[in-house]
Each structure stands twice: as structure tokens, then as C-alpha cells.
């Protein structure tokens, strides 16, 4: 059973840091690309950040570049979503997401929350 757990999550001033975790389970992890999205109250879900751990290729949306990295510890099948220099509109839930064999498979979710 694919299984995807976030955590992480938590509130913080503006400018401020978190780092989520995106702890898998139930597949091969080495041989997936493994996203990070997000979702606002009343706005679509958005990809933010995704890396590809067969050849170390990351992707970022505009909007956090230079302030988010993700990275993978291969050892741990974890996923981390390292988000620095917050702004209030980064606040949202933040999913993680793995595609296999054209399914879609998601985390619960955990709630990231930026004060001005």
C-alpha cells in the first residue's frame, strides 16, 4: 500500500522557517519523482516543488524560488520541503504527491500558517 505522511506543519511569524517531511512507504522510492503542493482556503491546489531522485532534477514554482529547496534523504524514503524567508501567502496546506502507473497518490496533508 502506497503511503505518504507529512509533517512538519506548524505556525510562524513572517520570515521565518519550517521544514516539512514527507515520510513513503509502499513503493520504490528511488525510482519516482516525488512532489510537494499546496492548498489555500477557496484557491486550487498548486504544485510547488518536486524532485526526481533518479537524476537529482528539482522543479520550483515561481513564486518560492530562492526561498524553498526540497531534497531527499534516499536511506529514509524521505521527502523534505525546506521553506525559508515565509510570507503570509505561503499559508496553506501543504500535500505530498507521488504519480504511479497514472495514479495519484497523496498525503493528508499538513497545515503551514505564516503571521504577518
Known amino acids: 500500500e502506497v503511503r505518504l505522511v507529512e509533517s512538519g506543519g506548524g505556525l510562524v511569524q513572517a520570515g521565518g522557517s519550517l521544514r516539512l517531511s514527507c515520510a513513503a512507504s509502499g513503493f520504490a522510492f528511488d525510482d519516482y519523482a516525488i512532489g510537494w503542493f499546496r492548498q489555500a482556503p477557496g484557491k486550487e491546489r498548486e504544485g510547488v516543488s518536486c524532485?526526481?531522485?533518479?537524476?537529482?532534477?528539482?522543479f520550483y514554482v515561481d513564486s518560492v524560488k530562492g526561498r524553498f529547496t526540497i531534497s531527499s534523504d534516499n536511506a529514509k524514503n524521505t521527502v523534505y520541503l525546506q521553506m525559508n524567508s515565509l510570507k503570509p501567502e505561503d499559508t496553506a496546506v501543504y500535500y505530498c504527491?507521488?504519480?504511479?502507473?497514472?495514479?495519484?497518490?497523496w498525503g493528508k496533508g499538513t497545515q503551514v500558517s505564516v503571521s504577518s
Open positions: 524532485i526526481d531522485k533518479r537524476d537529482g532534477i528539482t
Open positions: 504527491n507521488v504519480r504511479i502507473n497514472q495514479d495519484n497518490y
